[in-house]
């Protein structure tokens, strides 16, 4: 009778219906048989709601006692882990049916309907372990707060009207992190969570708690407001969970259980005791061999199963471990894959840049030996004409257009960063101030021009238009890309300490080291680029004007590639444009004054002068200007021809071309200062004329002479430059 009597109280216990599912009504019932629950919850609220960052799934004490109701009630739940604004918008916008934890508040009251609290949580402050000046709330009026979007702190400081700057994070450990690199003075926010990523993150001695907590938390579970059905089951199933002791046994088992905190003795030990008697009983009646074999027989499976269950256990680890590894694997092959790709088109990209400015280069070079060879030839011929002439007329404005010719192959050089310019000093804020009415008067529709320009000297070496046609570009530029004419454009001239973040920002030019230098930066307000456009801005043609040639940037990018220079751009859509020019410093001398052509006389020279030049054109019409100064001339077409000449010849100089097939000009400056050391050499050449020179020895050369030039240019150099051909003076022609 007893046993039959303790078998009809186990099925009882074990099989008969639950309290929570005896009190659910016809109406809940049906709610939960319609569908699935969907609850929204956080993915980063340990130990409450979180992502496992080893196994990857959603677990956690809310999430655990949700799974437990879930099995209780009889009803599917899905789980969508988000952060926490984005939880609380998806049961508001019906995306979601609960949230799995959140505090109940007046505010919030409007909006949702709250269970029970079901975990308390208190709120603190957490700041750097160096800082003394934070102790409590009314400490934090005025600084960088980091916080999680949608976080009860935020109403909480507004109910108390202290001000603070909150710095808006999508979870707790970017807000914790904040801190930490300083971006943030504090973080406040609920004590179980910072703690865990406090620990995880091996901050805690960088990260300490001050003052006493804020508040406590009550932590419910949630549905939007007026979903009375479901609000109704959710508090039914936590009641349950807590006659039960369920919801006891997670907070023990997530949160550990004190040694002073013991359970009342019935409750940890009724079921042993129950099955005590039983046994006990069960031996009393006579309990037979085959009860004993029995229960060896299921200890021995029990046994089988644990060790089986063991090597599962460890199996899956290892697979999620191996799968891990992969996924990060196939991570870094990915990012590699790109950074590789991004460098080839970047070399792509540069070896094209470089291959059109070789050839641009080369073009104008070419074009400037025919220039020398027209404009001397008309020089020439203009000594036979009388000067009042319509043939002198003619071959006048033949020049002229010759000279125009010049600027194009000059645009060219510039593109190329290999013009042929004057190098010298020149004060950038004396050069910006005195060309400001210019600027301002070139500035489309009138957009007013901002100039910040120090009063001491900024020296550079460089080419004074050049410098304006910079300057001009990008004001130019500037005021086109301006939508609002109100707003100014702001021009500024400076000295600065250059470091490695401003030449992350370089996109054309030379390849600059940190250091001071000189600075022309030009800021608007307009529309701003996006990377593509930033990715092509100084390709030639390419250009985002309806009408432009897209040349401008190019050319401007050539000329402060010449001068050694680099061009930095900052920009974003929608937050304007900046463009600074990083120019070397020259020492602080002040500007050679350019000297007046205007009543010039060509000197008249005497002496032997030998020509080296392997264009014909340009040699022919070179010997006709050299023999028109009275000089006596042995032209040549290369530097094996020159070397037997000055074995058997004497000559008083050499005027020596730089670019020649075979021998160059360098190797056959080597040679004839190997047979004759004291002979002055003067280069002449199309390029830059510190380009041409850097490849000499210092003060080797007895001048440079820059293509296309007249008979005027070449009688100074001469006159300069070799002293023994000098003679006496004639007007010129």
């Not at 680890?317 to 990012?335: H, I, K």
Request: with cysteine.
């Amino acid at each position: 009778m007893i046993v039959c009597f303790l078998a009809i109280a186990l099925f009882l216990a074990v099989g008969g219906p639950t309290f929570a599912q005896a009190e659910l009504s016809p109406l809940e019932r049906t709610r939960l048989a319609s569908g699935e629950i969907v609850f929204a919850g956080q993915a980063n609220y340990p130990p409450f709601e979180f992502i496992h960052p080893e196994r990857g799934e959603y677990t956690g004490m809310a999430i655990e006692l949700i799974r437990w109701m879930a099995t209780e009630l009889g009803f599917r739940v899905q789980f969508k882990p988000m952060s926490f604004a984005a939880a609380q918008q998806a049961v508001l916008d019906g995306t979601a049916d609960a949230l799995t934890g959140i505090f109940d508040t007046e505010d919030r009251r409007e909006r949702y309907g709250f269970t029970d609290a079901v975990f308390t949580v208190p709120a603190s402050i957490f700041t750097r372990s160096e800082r003394t000046d934070i102790r409590e709330a009314t400490d934090l009026q005025g600084k960088r707060v980091a916080v999680q979007r949608g976080d009860y702190a935020i109403d909480h400081f507004r109910e108390r009207g202290i001000d603070v700057r909150w710095i808006y994070t999508g979870d707790f450990p970017t807000a914790l992190h904040a801190v930490a690199r300083g971006e943030a003075d504090a973080i406040v926010g609920d004590e179980q969570i910072v703690l865990y990523y406090l620990y995880d993150s091996e901050l805690t001695d960088a990260i300490k708690k001050v003052g006493e907590p804020l508040y406590v938390g009550m932590d419910c579970m949630a549905v939007a407001r007026g979903d009375a059905v479901l609000l109704s089951i959710l508090r039914k199933g936590l009641a349950h969970a807590r006659s039960t002791g369920t919801l006891d046994r997670i907070y023990a088992k997530w949160l550990g259980t004190s040694f002073s905190d013991k359970p009342p003795f019935m409750d940890a030990w009724a079921l042993p005791v129950f099955m005590a008697l039983a046994l006990l009983l069960v031996a009393a009646v006579g309990a037979t061999a085959w009860t004993f074999q029995l229960n060896r027989l299921v200890k021995q499976k029990t046994l089988e199963m644990s060790t089986l269950n063991a090597e599962l256990r460890r199996s899956n680890e290892n697979l999620t471990a191996a799968n891990a590894q992969l996924l990060r694997d196939m991570e870094e092959r990915a990012r590699m894959e790109e950074d590789r790709r991004r460098l080839e088109a970047r070399m792509v990209k540069a070896q094209n840049y470089e291959s059109l400015a070789l050839m641009a280069g080369g073009v104008a070079h070419d074009f400037n030996n025919l220039l020398t060879a027209i404009i001397g030839a008309v020089d020439v011929a203009m000594l036979s004409l009388e000067p009042g002439s319509d043939a002198a007329g003619y071959l006048k404005d033949a020049v002229a257009t010759a000279r125009q010719a010049g600027e194009l192959a000059r645009r060219m050089l510039d593109f190329s960063g290999r013009t042929a310019v004057s190098r010298e000093p020149l004060d950038l804020a004396d050069l910006v101030t005195a060309a400001s009415k210019v600027l301002e008067a070139a500035s489309p529709r009138r957009v007013p021009l901002r100039f910040d320009v120090p009063a001491i000297p900024v020296m550079i070496r460089g080419d004074a238009v050049q410098i304006r046609q910079i300057i001009v570009n990008l004001t130019v530029n500037a005021a086109e890309a301006t939508a609002d004419e109100t707003k100014p454009i702001r021009v500024r001239v400076a000295v600065e300490e250059v470091n490695a973040a401003t030449l992350a920002l370089v996109r054309a030019g030379r390849e600059l080291e940190p250091g001071r230098y000189a600075v022309i930066e030009v800021t608007d307000s307009g529309s701003g680029m996006d990377a593509r456009t930033l990715e092509r801005i100084f390709e030639p043609f390419y250009s985002t004007k309806k009408n432009g040639r897209g040349l401008g940037l190019a050319a401007m990018a050539g000329i402060v590639k010449g001068l050694g220079g680099a061009v930095a751009v900052d920009s974003r859509p929608g937050e304007g444009s900046r463009f600074s020019i990083l120019l070397p410093l020259a020492p602080g001398t002040a500007p050679l004054p350019a000297r007046s052509r205007k009543g010039h006389t060509a000197p008249r020279l005497s002496g032997t002068l030998m020509l080296i030049d392997d264009e014909d054109t340009v040699r022919t019409t070179t010997e006709r200007l050299l023999t028109s100064l009275g000089l006596d001339v042995v032209a040549l077409p290369g530097g094996d021809e020159a070397a037997a000449v000055l074995r058997e010849r004497a000559v008083d100089g050499v005027l020596l071309d730089m670019t020649m097939p075979g021998m160059d000009g360098l190797e056959t400056f080597r040679r004839i200062k190997a047979l004759r050391p004291d002979l002055p050499v003067i280069l002449s050449t199309g390029y830059d004329d510190s380009e041409a020179a850097n490849r000499f020895p210092v003060g080797a050369l007895a001048g440079v002479l820059i293509k296309p030039y007249d008979r005027e240019a070449l009688a100074a150099a001469l006159e300069t430059g070799i002293p023994a051909l000098r003679g006496r003076s004639t007007p010129a022609s």
